[in-house]
């Protein structure tokens, strides 16, 4: 099985490929070939069981697709994205990659008439308040950010490109990823990171929001675990509706940290600060708290179940010495 | 006031721009001028008391979408669009003018960098069974066509160009209209006319499905007056959620056969003949019964609530003499 990740030096396409060179096989075969493609050269990963071949490229740019699919890979992770503050404020780059390099992608494959499994990262960010507390499975797509436009503009196009059988598509709707290894970046949910990221490191986290602020997560090892089912599932089962709701974990500010002092103690929690900011409240005010995920989780695909196991999934996968 | 009109040569557009002639205002303005664009050349209609322009052109191709932005029109109604069934056998031709041509007139507006009222037409067809036996209004889109998935597509780009303040958009999601005028045609729904259509012209007519189907309806000149509520009503009512459900009939072939019955006689009831059609029966059992339009109803928006009132309309709009 050859696999192409797009996106491959983003943090979650970068933890897939590292955790498909540790395994070496996905959907019950053996990995032949990888090709890690994003705008910069992913840096290279040590020991690998298999060729990898790094391709600094932009899927907006005209024939970059094919060439990345021209190998025909049996499985392709879309990753690839432009975040969610970067779309807000440059609309042109925002279409031009999340929709323009998708359509792209879809169409290379389309052409070279072959049926891939392309798994597509999707986000809560389709959905747009006001919402009900548990979005439902069957709740419309009322985006209220370019970027969430430009997802469910991708579920969309992926529902349609499989009904077709121009490939086999299945869509990912990821909860926010928590906790996020490295620096904390301008993004309004950066936070939720922060505030256990850098206590665990000894170090002091902003809190801008109040206690009681509830929101829907997972962490990087359960969505490198969701690319892993949905590469194996059998699509017969999910039917036309392709992209699933993901698992996650809905609690609030205040329960992630009572986690973290579980975890880590009274000190590292201390380093907690609270600094109420209203523009980031009125943005997070506007985010699921919950979704049901009921058709995910009956096809297998799994995520943490308390904030204690995403706190020590993170200690573990990063090395943190408490 | 400036009017655009894309697909004026369409039923539904070229009976705006007849309705635009006979009442010279729109939004409590007077009319200026009136640009009917189509792939051809929209025949002329008579007794214009103010300028109309004809422009044949295809808003897929560059610099097209320009030139008819480029008196600044007022109020653009957005009809142009490749039909269900000819953008299900022609995929290309399909998303290039239902979504390629919908991107370029909005980027057309933008770069205008001026604020029109945009009319977008879209349809039932963004819904997919299984759905409830009335859509609610916040129901998902999952399109089982490609046709559906295109005007979802608009649909999600119409809001995201009016968030960012692009120009001012209104999503009109249409129910089957009924009665079409003129010849019977090779796309699915095209009986729910012919049954009443043709037996109003002393001809026979054949019925593919059982009585018992339940379909949603409108006539054109409810659509006509949709277009022209949509051109006046204020935005900010509106909110974020750009497109409408618009208000409709739910009735079953039988009670639209009764309702011919009760208008035109038991001999012009008589002329439709039962000739049941599997592929079309699967068809229509994948289409929507019944709307929530409650959020247009409240806006203003108003159909035929019941089906005598739709056949009488077609009788008076297109001069049948009984």
């Known amino acids: 099985m050859k696999v192409l990740v797009t996106g491959a030096a983003g943090m979650l396409g970068r933890k897939f490929c590292e955790k498909l060179v540790a395994v070496r096989s996905i959907a019950g075969k053996e ?26 490229c932009d899927l907006a740019e005209p024939g970059v697709a094919e060439e990345l699919v021209a190998h025909r890979p049996g499985i392709i992770l879309h990753t690839a994205a432009i975040v969610s503050g970067e779309a807000e404020t440059d609309f042109d780059k ?5 929709v323009d390099g998708a359509i792209n992608l879809f169409e290379a494959i389309r052409n070279a008439e072959y049926r891939p499994r392309v798994i597509f990262t999707s986000s809560i960010a389709v959905f747009g308040a006001p919402f009900p507390e548990v979005i439902g499975e069957e709740f ?55 505030i256990i990221r850098e206590p665990l490191n000894g170090q002091e986290a902003v809190l801008p929001v109040p206690d009681t602020v509830r929101h829907w997560f997972a962490s990087p090892r359960s969505a490198v675990g969701f690319f892993f089912r949905a590469a194996e599932i059998d699509g017969q089962l999910v039917g036309p509706r392709r992209t699933l709701s993901m698992p996650g974990l809905s609690v609030t500010v205040g329960e992630m940290i009572e986690s973290l002092r579980r975890c880590a103690g009274d000190e590292r929690a201390n380093l907690i600060h609270r600094s109420p900011d209203a523009t980031i409240m009125r943005i997070v005010e506007g985010w699921a708290q919950a979704l049901d995920a009921s058709r995910a989780k009956q096809l297998g695909f799994e995520a943490e179940t308390d904030f204690d196991e995403i706190i020590r999934a993170h200690i573990e996968d990063e090395q943190i010495k408490l």
Chains 1, 2 share one sequence.
């Not at 090709?35 to 071949?53: E, K, L, R, S």
């Not at 970027?147 to 992926?158: C, F, R, S, T, V």
């Open 140 to 194: 419309f797509l009322t985006p209220l950010t370019s970027y969430g436009a430009q997802k469910a503009i991708g579920e969309l196009l992926l529902a349609d490109y499989t009904r077709k059988g121009f490939f086999d598509g299945i869509g990912i709707r990821l909860p926010t990823i928590c906790v996020r290894p490295g620096k904390p970046n301008r993004a309004a949910s950066s936070f939720f990171s922060s």
């Open 94 to 98: 925002g279409y031009s990659i999340n």
């Open 31 to 56: 990995v032949e070939g990888l090709t890690m493609a994003d705008i910069v050269d992913p840096p290279p990963i040590a020991g690998t069981p298999f060729p990898i071949q790094s391709a600094a």
